[in-house]
């Protein structure tokens, strides 16, 4: 079996990470997407509401499977989850220079686990969970908003912020 993990913060899914899992989705038998949790960094979405949401967006895939890990690094996650590929999506130059290096350095950490690098068409290559936090608070940032998230997290935007 083919068995993979995805990992981001998901802070929120955005319609870029969804086709991400709508393509590893098919390619594997089982898809883990799983939320990394770094306790550095401030979140919009507490961590419970991430993995609702996820689970939500998620639900009509059989073989997507969501969890949360912390304190470890990704390869060694994808280890404990019996996984045999990472799937990373590379949106720009400057995500595929970063992917790059953790490819390597995941391969020094564990040379049994592939990365598989994934690029999202055009049309939804430069969204990201921060462009989409940014674009709240203008008038008429709802209708901006909803072009680019699944609808579960455009609810939650309207609950969160309005």
Not at 28 to 38: C, E, K, S, T
Not at 83 to 89: C, E, F, L, N, S
């Amino acid at each position: 079996m083919k068995k993979a993990v995805y990992a981001a913060s998901f802070d929120p899914v955005t319609n870029g990470h969804l086709w991400v899992i709508q393509q590893a989705a098919r390619l594997f038998d089982q898809l883990i997407v799983a939320i990394g949790i770094n306790p550095e960094k401030d979140y919009t979405f507490s961590l419970e509401e991430r993995l609702d949401l996820l689970d939500e967006t998620t639900s009509q895939f059989d073989n997507v499977a969501v969890a949360s890990y912390e304190n470890q690094f990704l390869v060694t996650y994808a280890r404990g989850m019996e996984a045999d590929y990472i799937v990373r999506g590379i949106r720009t130059q400057t995500d595929y220079e970063f992917e790059r290096r953790m490819r390597y350095i995941n391969s020094d950490l564990d040379n049994s686990i592939t990365t598989i690098f994934l690029m999202p068409p055009r049309e939804i290559a430069e969204i990201s969970s921060s462009f989409i936090k940014g674009l709240v608070g203008p008038a008429g940032w709802q209708d901006v908003v909803k072009r680019y998230v699944p609808e579960p997290v455009f609810h939650k935007f309207i609950e969160h912020f309005e």
